[in-house]
């Protein structure tokens, strides 16, 4: 097992990596304080894993709460289960929640734990590659609304994070690849030794090689706490690790919550900063073909939707969490590993990036 540890002074936690964690009961007692827990998972999940933590959780009393599985549920009222179980169950302020799943689950579990009687420990189990890697670490909770991504929430940091990427062996693959967007999303952002490995390596984590993944989610947790470390409420730096997500998001929002998973608009909103990035001079037209071949690769849409015109992105993009004062600041890279975050590019330039046709583009074999 390897251990990692988010540096965020009285509010530090652990993360756990390994196989079999889910069975670990000493993983997760130091971060329980009664004898109270609520597992909060899906439908999906449940028969899957949930009798295991269950048993590494004998000595407590458990309540499951198991919600409907998709990122259509991420809102208002599935959030409202969670409270109903928890107030119907007459859980205290020492009770436990623990989030067993993917990005979802994490989400909403995560922002339940920080609202339900002000604030309640949380314990993050993520079960999806994207989750291990992302989501499960830096505190970003919340839910979606009809007319934005991840609109209400709450910066609320988990007591530990236990990570069994034995899981990731019952992962559909068209998760797996969502989960890799975010991890190429690292090596684009901060580390061009790791997308110079990712580029060799990327075909064994598709086969599920375990060395592989366990060195990509080590390498990507210890990107991510580094980043949030330094800017928990993303003042700042933290905004890097929203590369390709204000396209993305649009794209989410836009075609309706769960027909493009987060992880495939994450991965074409990628390929538009990097091709804006490369119009502005930031990167060359090789570095911007090298992060085009990695993505479809990894078989992530490299092309965003046809139907989607300049005018819906705007729509979208105008309420994403980092505008101020009416600017759109997007993060864009200046050279492979290397990114910031800037509103310092023309209203034309944006349009163009909008209004071009990736399909030709891509085709064409940028460089
Ligand atoms: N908080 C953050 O910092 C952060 C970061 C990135 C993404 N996110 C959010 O995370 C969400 C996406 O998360 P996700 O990609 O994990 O999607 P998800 O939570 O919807 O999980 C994907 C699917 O896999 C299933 N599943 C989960 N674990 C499984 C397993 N081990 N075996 C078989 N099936 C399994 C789920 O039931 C679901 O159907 C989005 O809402 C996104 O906004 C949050
Ligand atoms: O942790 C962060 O910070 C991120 O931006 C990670 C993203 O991958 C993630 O999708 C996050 O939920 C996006 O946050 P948002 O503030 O843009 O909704
Ligand atoms: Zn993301």
Redesign the pocket.
Known sequence: MQKLKVDLAERSYPIYIGSKLLDSPELYAPHIQGQRVAIVT?E??AP?YLARVKAALAEYQVTEIILP???SY?NWQTLQLIFDALLQEQHDRKTTIIAL???????MAGFAAACYQRGVNFIQVP??L??QV??SV?G??GINHPLG??MVGAFYQPKAVVIDTQ??S???ER?LT??LA?VIKYGFIYDPQFLTWLEENIHFMLQLDEQALSYAIKRSCAIKAEVVAQDERESGIRAILNLGHTFGHAIETEQGYGNW???EAVGAGMVMALYMSKQLGWITAQELQRGVTLLQTAKLPVIPPPSMRAQDYLTHMAVDKKALDGQIRLVLLQGLGRAIITADYSRDLLEQVLNTDYKILVNNHIA
Do not use: Q
Request: proline residues 3%.
């Open positions: 899906n999906t999940i899957l599985d998709g990122e991420k799943g993917g990005g979802v689950i994490g989400d079960t999806t994207l989750s992302d989501s830096g970003k909770t991504k991840n899981t990731l019952t992962l559909p998760e969502a989960g975010e998973l987060h992880g």
